[in-house]
Each structure stands twice: as structure tokens, then as C-alpha cells.
């Protein structure tokens, strides 16, 4: 736990104060001209991510879930109302609208729309106190709500991978490269992290299955 809240805390450090004065030239995403809405709902989904991210730290410890159910379920309510829903919601308005191509709008929709279901589907879970459930659709909605910080890994990883192109590939064309890299950023930045998470419930579930029983030869 403790790396994880390392690793959140510098990531938050890094990309939040950037929009922590209000000042749309300092945003790290351009704003496409003529939508004067964009910076705000921008601003907005980073502020409840922030709130989402901070809370599912403690949210997948489990001394503290054990420990400290009532807090972990008063947590858990600020990570689902305060944190995924209005920075999803929030979100899905800014992917629409993306700056960086069709291919990154599509995938940043996908991510929102996800992250929105799974999060809803594991709060009714808890709710219907079906709890087995509930851990496992929190687990994927904490994935996506960390795919931030494999994004911004991945956004390097291409960068590099890319830049010797694109004086080829590109034709010397620097919106087309970024397009490129920002498209592929996003598709690897949450899918890869789901697919690990998925391997998780699955690998539990493969652990937890009943050995067969083992035949006796029939004595002679």
C-alpha cells in the first residue's frame, strides 16, 4: 500500500498543479477552438478523479476493509459519488470532444462509459449486499481509475517508439505523429490495465476451485 499511495501522490503532484489556477494556457490538453465549455468540464474531471484516486487507495487494502468496515463503506460512497461519477460523467463530454484524432475520442469514450458501468454495477452490488460481486466489479473500476497513471507511462513508451518515423512514416507531419501517439496511448493506457485486473479475478477463481478427487487403484 504504501508504494501505491507513493506512486498516487507523486503522480497527483505532477499533473495537477497545472490546473490548480484556472488558467486554460496552462492546461496540459488544448482546448479546441469554439468550445468554451471544454476547459471547465476538463478542470471538473480532473478535480473528481483526483477524489477517486486518493479514495481507492484505501479502498483495496484489505486490514483496512476488515478492520474498519463502517469507514471503508463511507469511503467506498465518496469514491462512487464524489470521485467516478461526476469526474466520468465529466469525462465523457471532454473524450467527445477530443483535440487528439477519432482514435483517441473513441477510446477515451470507452473508458468513460466503462468506468461509469463497472462503478455503478459494483455499488448496487454492495448494496444488494452481495458482496463477492461488488469486490470484483470495484477491482476493474480501479483499474480504469489508475489507467491514468499508465497512460502518461505509455504516452512516453510511443513517443520514443514513434519518433524516429517521423520524418518517414509521418511525411515530417507533427500533428499526425502526435495523433498517432495519442491514439495508441490511450487504447494501451486502460486496456492493458483491465486485462491484468481480469487475470487477477480470474487467477483467484482458478485458486479457489476444488481439487478433483484422486481414484484409488481397486485392490488386487
Request: glycine fraction near 8%.
Amino acid at each position: 500500500m504504501v508504494p501505491l499511495a507513493f506512486v498516487v501522490l507523486a503522480f497527483l503532484a505532477f499533473s495537477l498543479p497545472p490546473y490548480l489556477g484556472l488558467d486554460v494556457r496552462a492546461s496540459r490538453v488544448p482546448p479546441p477552438p469554439g468550445l468554451g465549455w471544454y476547459y471547465p468540464m476538463l478542470v471538473a474531471h480532473v478535480g473528481f478523479a483526483t477524489v477517486a484516486m486518493v479514495s481507492s487507495v484505501l479502498q483495496i487494502w484489505p486490514w483496512f476493509r476488515q478492520k474498519y468496515p463502517v469507514a471503508h463503506r463511507r469511503i467506498g460512497r465518496v469514491y462512487v459519488l464524489a470521485g467516478v461519477l461526476p469526474s466520468g460523467v465529466a469525462g465523457l463530454a471532454v473524450a467527445v470532444a477530443s483535440p487528439f484524432g477519432p482514435v483517441a475520442a473513441v477510446s477515451n469514450t470507452m473508458l468513460a462509459l466503462l468506468w461509469l458501468t463497472f462503478t455503478i454495477t459494483g455499488f448496487r452490488m454492495a448494496r444488494a449486499r452481495r458482496f463477492g460481486e461488488h469486490r470484483k466489479w470495484m477491482i476493474r473500476s480501479f483499474a480504469l481509475t489508475m489507467s491514468i497513471i499508465s497512460n502518461r507511462i505509455w504516452a512516453v513508451v510511443w513517443a520514443i517508439a514513434l519518433a524516429p518515423q517521423l520524418d518517414t512514416t509521418f511525411g515530417g507531419n507533427e500533428q499526425a505523429y502526435i495523433v498517432a501517439v495519442s491514439g495508441l496511448t490511450t487504447w494501451t493506457g486502460w486496456v492493458l490495465p483491465l486485462l491484468v485486473a481480469q487475470w487477477w479475478l480470474e487467477r483467484g477463481k482458478r485458486r479457489t476451485r476444488t481439487p478433483k478427487p484422486v481414484t484409488q487403484p481397486a485392490p488386487s
